[in-house]
């Protein structure tokens, strides 16, 4: 494989990923690594990212893919194969006393912070404990799992701590230092274990398993715990872009149709000629909206989300009221107050999950039933109702006649389905049912979220 | 006249203009000048995209011309004007006898032109390094009037004809990404983001802007700021904020940074009440 085929492959790669790379910024990134020169990996890695990248989303995307066509380093390296032939045993000892004292080397390494040296040591340990022999010669792997298992982090943290604290280090300190300490290793041995893999096996089948979807563009029902401290973290610049995007939008059209009356005042100034046409401003709309989510188990991230969003851009809608059910109906307006904590609004949201659960089974039926019977002065001909959830009821009663009710006394109404549309109507979802009666939009990551919540102002 | 010879160059010499450039940066920067396409710097507000401007034309001697981008910004604002007074001075003050093919030739040329940033930056004859500040306020249509002049380097005026650039600037577009642009903009641009930087650059930062500061408050400083940065906060303390707050111990005499200390100058680095009551929490400073 000739440099050219690695640079072409790379970018097919990133284009596969979902990045618009276009056929200038490949001859960009040509010129600019003509000038920089393949010297230094690093200088290499930023020049691809200044000519490739255009949007900060991309990024960890861009860097993974990097990883993977342009390793650090092939097999063991470059310090292995300046070894003797015969001087190495043909297998890597992998012994319980090799485990230990290759132990007792990490936990130093780690007390030094040395990245270097545990950047190498990441590698010897995948090398070392993380192999996964084959039968036959492109058969064999290496797993991150078994390395990280085998050398147990979770002692390594412990002893980490009780080492800075001996350092001078207070506890919280420590405590938190050792966990970011052993979660970057963490990171290094799972970068090594794809780097290895993907030389075995080629990197163009990696890349298409490895990589994930960038932040905006991720399922929120198949989000891991990071993921979703990433999403909570894009929730309020969203808000902004949007709110930006959103005025901007409506300066264009603000002007309305001809004021005579005040068009034919200001014509006296010119002696009767109308010079300046005097336009009626108009009036902004304000929606006023009510929002209902399902916060039962794995739909419960997308409705703290969805809510989230709304009450970020609350000044951009009349009034919000929000409530939250699985099986009865639960109001939770007022945990939102205007400049409050993100954080701290998530966890009470996720605290008042029981006061909407009775039996703690998802009834849609029921929770419609309460709704109407609790809060009737909620939904009116100014509001708009907006309903959040995967339409999967357990096979209970579907209450569609109450919904048509709700419905029909709201100025509009919409339905948000966080699950791929192919899955629904698949075991017990009634989404379609439910569609009948409002219009169901499928509504699975932030990029939809934002665009459904753009259009709906 | 090249503008960096290599990414080392850059480096030292962005340093002895006053701005400590990482890797990325140093890169980025000596290929903005090699391959003569613009930069477009993203970035929290703060960080220094802006400075990244200064300083290259700082540490090249060459002149900064700056274009502060706003909502409602027109070509006339941006690019030329004709001097429309200067011009009907000039009718009136025509001669009857004179043609009228010669007043019409005569109103529209140099003299009643009046350049604004963009042209100026293209018809200089010395360096110039041009910097279009936070372009992500700009309404839409601006943009596709920086297409022309940020790839071809060009401005076509009717009435004169095309003027060209003698000497490419050094063109720096900052964005604080409050709008995305337009996929016609991004591709003709190289693409930087600058972040946070980590403790100890952060530190070189600090103690060059405020060299009076004690070593040990430095330390503890660009602790405490990136543990206010991990924390999940509106709005985190940037470069700009760090700078500040070493200035506010520096003149409130404080030389340990402890909980109490902290607490009392939080108001510097933090600027939501919200986030205060957080990092109180958080920090368990009180």
Known sequence: ?457 | MAWFSSPSDATTRLATAGYLADAATATTSFLAGALEKPLLVEGPAGVGKTELAKAVSRATGADLVRLQCYEGLDEARALYEWNYKKQLLRIQAATDGQAWEETHDDIFSEEFLLTRPLLTAIRRDAPTVLLIDEVDKTDVEVEGLLLEVLSDFQVTIPELGTVAATRRPFVVLTSNASRELSEAVKRRCLYLHLDYPDTEREKEIVTSQVPDLDDKVATQLVTAVARLRDLELKKAPSIAESVDWARTLLALHIDDLDAKAIDDTLGVVLKHSSDTERAVRELKLR
Not at chain 1, 19 to 47: C, F, I, K, N, Y
Not at chain 1, 139 to 150: D, G, K, P, V
Not at chain 1, 225 to 238: G, M, N, Q, S, T
Request: charged share 30%; net charge neutral; hydrophobic share 40%.
């Open chain 1, 1 to 457: 494989m000739t440099l050219l085929d690695r640079h072409i492959a790379f970018l097919e790669a990133l284009r596969a990923a979902g990045m618009p790379v276009s056929l200038s910024e490949d001859l960009d990134a040509v010129a600019a690594l003509g000038l920089v020169g393949w010297g230094q990996r690093q200088q290499v890695h930023d020049t691809y990212a200044a000519t490739l990248v255009k949007r900060q989303s991309q990024r960890e995307t861009f860097d993974e893919l990097f990883e993977i066509y342009f390793p650090r380093m092939v097999g063991e390296g470059f310090a292995a194969a300046a070894e003797p032939e015969g001087s190495r045993p043909a297998r890597p000892a992998d012994g319980p006393a090799d485990l230990a004292a290759f132990t007792e080397e990490l936990a130093d390494a780690l007390e030094a912070d040395d990245l270097e040296r545990l950047r190498q040591l990441a590698s010897e340990a995948v090398g070392r404990f993380g192999s996964m022999p084959g039968r036959g010669p492109g058969m064999s792997s290496w797993s991150a799992y078994t390395t990280l298992r085998r050398l147990s982090t979770d002692e390594l943290t412990l002893k980490l701590i009780e080492g800075l604290r001996r350092g001078g280090w207070t506890e919280e300190q420590a405590g938190r230092t050792a966990a970011k300490r052993v979660g970057s290793y963490q990171q290094m041995v799972e970068a090594d274990a794809r780097r290895r893999i993907a030389e075995e096996k080629g990197p163009d089948q990696i890349a298409r398993i490895t990589v994930r979807p960038t932040i905006d563009r991720l399922d929120f029902l198949s989000a891991r715990r990071a993921d979703l401290e990433a999403l909570r973290r894009e929730i309020y610049p969203l808000a902004r872009r949007l709110a930006t995007r959103l005025t901007q939008e409506k300066h264009a059209r603000r002007r309305g149709p001809i004021d005579m009356r005040r068009t034919v005042r200001a014509s006296i100034s010119n002696g009767g000629v109308p010079l300046d046409v005097r336009l009626r401003p108009k009036r902004p709309h304000r929606t006023e909206l009510v929002v209902l989510c399902d916060v039962s188990g794995s739909v419960a991230n997308f409705a703290s989300f969805t809510l989230m969003l709304v009450f970020a851009l609350r000044e951009q809608f009349g009034k919000v009221r929000a409530f939250t059910f699985v099986d009865d109906v639960h109001e939770v307006t007022d945990y939102f107050t205007p400049g409050s904590d993100m954080v701290d609004t998530m966890t009470r949201l996720a605290d008042a999950t029981s006061h909407a659960a009775r039996f703690g089974r998802t009834n849609y039926g029921r929770a419609f039933g309460r709704f109407v019977e609790e809060h009737p002065d909620a939904l009116g001909p100014k509001s708009s109702l907006l309903i959040l959830g995967d339409a999967r009821s357990n096979y209970s009663d579907l209450s569609l006649p109450t919904l048509r009710r709700m419905a029909a006394s709201a100025r509009h109404a919409w339905w948000l389905n966080p699950e791929a549309r192919r899955n629904w109507d698949t075991g017990d979802s009634a989404a379609s049912d439910y569609a009948a009666v409002v219009p169901m939009v499928e509504c699975r990551n932030l990029t939809q979220l934002t665009e459904f919540v753009h259009d709906i102002l």
